[in-house]
T-cell receptor
Framework: DAGVIQSPRHEVTEMGQEVTLRCKPI?????LFWYRQTMMRGLELLIY????????DSGMPEDRFSAKMPNASFSTLKIQPSEPRDSAVYFC?????????????FGDGTRLSIL | KQEVTQIPAALSVPEGENLVLNCSFT??????LQWFRQDPGKGLTSLLL?????REQTSGRLNASLDKSSGRSTLYIAASQPGDSATYLC????????????FGKGTKLSVKP
């Protein structure tokens, strides 16, 4: 079975540019999560969706960050304009709805470097 | 504030040794506690999930325990192997929903052959 697929795997861009990260969750999964991982702060939840609807975006750091899920098989995380402090590894994860105790399945992440 | 702490940040052991990784959480009102493994350049893989009503979970050479009253969880790895080398993260679920995982920063384990 295909896991969570993220693209690109690596992104290097200059400050001020728009960055779009993409995620394809596991087919049939109802929840989708976006995380950010840095050495200083560890792994932080940015936003999560249930059935394509954003449920909690309290972790989104600033208005420069936005996320969409136009359908059950695709989500984007956009940063505009990007800043050097946005450099991190961004993970997407998905999980099934229904069972109260189910693990989240993670993609391999996008390593973002803002110069 | 709900926080999860993992000590030590890094651990190196010889192959074959039994070892324990520690995780502590500030708020005991958790729904479950999960242990993940992260290999370099990869995402997280769920290893074990302990519900708040349980005391431990086992999978192969891994055993995770949970003590809510003391705010602690441990991950025991028996007969460690070089292939166990990775970063191990614990995460506390406070929401009972899918989105409220609070992660520790992980323990980087190195098992020397």
């Amino acid at each position: 079975d295909a896991g969570v697929i993220q693209s690109p795997r690596h992104e290097v861009t200059e400050m001020g540019q728009e960055v779009t990260l993409r995620c394809k969750p596991i087919s049939g999964h109802d929840y989708l999560f976006w995380y950010r991982q840095t050495m200083m702060r560890g792994l932080e939840l940015l936003i999560y969706f249930n059935n394509n609807v954003p449920i909690d975006d309290s972790g989104m750091p600033e208005d420069r960050f936005s996320a969409k899920m136009p359908n059950a098989s695709f989500s984007t995380l956009k940063i505009q304009p990007s800043e050097p402090r946005d450099s991190a590894v961004y993970f997407c994860a998905s999980s099934l709805q229904g069972a109260p105790m189910v693990p989240q399945h993670f993609g391999d992440g996008t390593r973002l470097s803002i110069l | 504030k709900q926080e999860v702490t993992q000590i030590p940040a890094a651990l190196s052991v010889p192959e074959g040794e039994n070892l324990v990784l520690n995780c502590s959480f500030t708020d005991s009102a958790i729904y479950n506690l999960q242990w993940f493994r992260q290999d370099p350049g990869k995402g997280l893989t769920s290893l074990l999930l302990i519900q708040s009503s349980q005391r431990e979970q086992t999978s192969g050479r891994l055993n995770a325990s949970l003590d809510k009253s003391s705010g602690r969880s441990t991950l025991y790895i028996a007969a460690s192997q070089p292939g166990d080398s990775a970063t191990y993260l614990c995460a506390a679920d406070y929401g009972g929903s899918q989105g409220n995982l609070i992660f520790g920063k992980g323990t980087k384990l190195s098992v020397k052959p």
